[in-house]
Structures are given as structure tokens and as C-alpha cells.
């Protein structure tokens, strides 16, 4: 399942943290819109998302040229379920002093990689959120 799926399905726990998510597309601000507000991945199947309007909960930054992604060491292209992407997907959590706590680099071996990885980002929000 997509990844903002998996967070989503955590949205309780994340708020009950009290912090905030963000996602940084290397996307214009069109695309970057369209992947907020619609459900165009998940909406065709029979999952817990089909009827979903949106998969993100989180806010999301369009950053065309991958100065963001740059910044964080992800702009290069990489193997994702037998195909290429521009930008290696990562996790990030950045505690309350701005400090970058927790870095995450999904491998995408299975389908149901997210799974774990969110969690893991979940033990890491709530160290940070201490």
C-alpha cells in the first residue's frame, strides 16, 4: 500500500503526538495539488482507501527544483518495484530543536515495505515529541 496510506492509517497516533507531517514532492504546484486532494492511486481498487477523497493528511510542498531533496541527500533516481523515480523516497524526523533525529531510506523490497517503515517513524515522532 502507498506510503501516504500507511501514514494515514496512523493520522490518531501522529496528531496525538502533537506533531505535524509534511510530504515534499518534486512536483510543480499543480501536480503537488492534485496529489493532495485526490485519490487517484488507491481510488480504483477495493481497499480501505477506495472511497477515500485524499490519501495525505499531511501538508504538502511542491518542490520542482529538487532543492529540498538535494538539501537532504534523496535526488538521485532509484529502483522502486522495478521501475524508476526521480527522487529516492526517505522519512525524515526533525525534533522540536530542528535537530534531523531519525532518517529513514526505504528499500522497497516488498510491497508492504511501508508498513514497518512507519512505524519506525512512529518511534521516532515519539522520542522527539518528549
Request: proline share 4%; hydrophobic share 40%; with cysteine.
Amino acid at each position: 500500500m502507498h506510503e501516504q496510506a500507511q501514514l494515514r492509517l496512523k493520522k490518531d497516533e501522529v496528531e496525538k503526538l502533537g506533531v505535524e507531517a509534511f510530504v515534499v514532492l518534486a512536483l510543480d504546484r499543480y501536480r503537488t495539488k492534485v496529489f493532495k486532494e485526490e485519490n487517484l492511486l488507491l481510488s480504483k481498487g477495493k481497499g480501505p482507501f477506495a472511497k477515500e477523497k485524499s490519501l495525505v493528511f499531511a501538508t504538502a510542498l511542491s518542490d520542482p527544483a529538487g532543492h529540498a531533496s538535494a538539501l537532504y541527500g534523496v535526488s538521485r533516481k532509484c529502483v522502486r518495484w522495478g521501475s524508476w523515480v526521480e527522487n529516492h523516497p526517505c522519512w525524515f524526523v526533525i525534533d522540536r530543536k530542528g535537530t534531523l533525529s531519525y532518517a529513514a531510506h526505504p528499500t522497497f523490497a516488498t510491497p508492504t515495505s511501508y508498513v514497518t517503515d512507519i512505524d519506525r517513524v512512529l518511534e521516532a515522532l515519539t522520542k522527539a515529541a518528549r
